[in-house]
């Protein structure tokens, strides 16, 4: 659970497990031919980032996808706040596709890799 | 690279119980947790949710930054250092930056975010809090329309209509329906649950979803035209047969449910802030509650999630005039979001330095906003380690409000609670301490007369 994994838990496997996913209705996973807990890709204007698909828990929704507010979600999200000061967190149009063989990165170490300008690979 | 310290298991003193403790997690404040303690660790919680469960144990070894850190430039690796060298490497920084970004203030005391605001004046900084991307759209609505509100004691005694738009208490606030919407009995609903009628919307059937009366499955982004639909509705007048992906049956059944209620409560989260439309989807939700005080009591009341996020907004309020998103560059206190919030000043690299301190930026931002923060001097005071952690400079622990320190927040409905000191922790200074010293140092560096407590 979410909630549970930001407490005291952002740079332990919890959170990767709670928040490094993407939600996926049961007809999309079959039409991209992935299977519940296989990783994935998801692409949108802003970014990319491979997570862990599995099933719409609070569904079903197809051709919609969720994934919890966390780094993972924070690569692709619009950072448009329209003059509110508010990035554009939801309804953000995304392509997803296969990614066997990748690694869905720690929280933590994800934001360095993507942010950090760094000058040795720790 | 992240180094924590093994749990040691201390020998089993008398186990003691405090009760009447508050929650320090979410808006919701629940205070009536009993904590368990041997000797001074905590061994568990009592009527706590899940969450707040683990807030409380969060406070154990094993899960802090143990000492104040330092990043080793261009590589991940941090070097300790001590509580005075980061207080004076910080006020440096921030003495000497132009104009500082100050971001957070959700999950501390009232007390620590007085401290913060004045630093960010005498520095010419901007300060915002995490309602700058949660509840923000809210209170630029309310500024806007107004908000009939109420207390939650009010929604316990008399509401017999609980709609839930766009959040999921169930997973975010697992205590708001047993203690104040849905089960708990009050003075005018005798009969609890019997007495209410639960409706949510949202465009994902929802675990909140799965226990209401009534669902409608709005579709994503369509939040306005709903209301605005309901709204209609409410007058009386004609409406499309679908208005974002819902029947007009549907509609029109709803606003007679509403109008037919004593007193009904609108309670909104993220699913209408974050989407498409803003804060004008919170302004035409507040316009249709106030049009339904023609026929019955309505209030509404945003679900906020860190457990004082609204006391930031209040304090910052009390003391310079606005509610999140102020810019004191110009040497008096600006609003503007859009121009002066976090993201936005990040986004168009216009700060350069930053201090976070009771919030995660680094996990609840866009990356691109935490590009330009990964680039600039950055502070970090926090308990843990979180993705805002691991790309600042200087990194700051500190205790944690309500579990190590005693301290004031205010509950989603706006009213303050004095949050409890369960344990000691002796090896950590607390979120005001840091920010005083910070402060009076950035005073000498600036030659500012040193201030006294206001």
Known sequence: MQGVAIEGHKHEDEYIKACGICEVDVSDLKKLKVFPGQTVRVKSAYGEVVVRAVKATQGPHPGLVFIPMGPWANQVTSPNTYSTGMPHFKGVKVTIEPAPN????NGIELLQKTTLDLKVNA | MIETKAETVAKQENLKIVTDVVCPFCGTLCDDIKVVLDGNRIVDTMNACIIGNEKFKSAQAGHRVPRPMERVEGTTEFAPVSYDYAIEKAAQILANARRPLFYGWSSTSCEAQ???????EITGGVTDNTASVCHGPSVMAIQTVGAPCCTLGEVKNRADLIIYWGCNPIHAHPRHMSRYTI???????????????????????????K?????VQVEQGKDYELLDALRTATRGEDIPDVVAGVKKEQIKELAELAKSKKFGLLFFGMGVTQTTGKHRNIDIAISWVADMNKYTKFSLIPMRGHYNVTGSGMVMTWQSGFPFAMDFSRGYPRYNPGET????????????AALVIASDPGAHFPVSAMKWYAQIPTIAIDPHYTPTTGISGLVIPSTIIGVEEEGTAYRMDNVPIRCRKVIDSPEFLSDEEILRRILNRVRELK????GGHH
């Open chain 2, 114 to 120: 007085e401290v913060g605001n004045e630093l960010a």
């Open chain 2, 183 to 209: 089960y708990p009995r009050g003075f005018f609903t005798e009969r609890g649950f019997d007495d209410r009628t639960l409706v949510v919307v949202d465009p994902r059937p929802t675990d909140t979803a």
């Open chain 2, 341 to 352: 919030a976090a993201n936005d000043i990040l986004l168009r690299h216009e700060c350069d």
């Open chain 2, 211 to 215: 226990q209401a009366d009534i669902y």
């Open chain 2, 447 to 450: 030659g500012l007369p040193a």
């Open chain 1, 102 to 105: 990748e690694k869905v990165l």
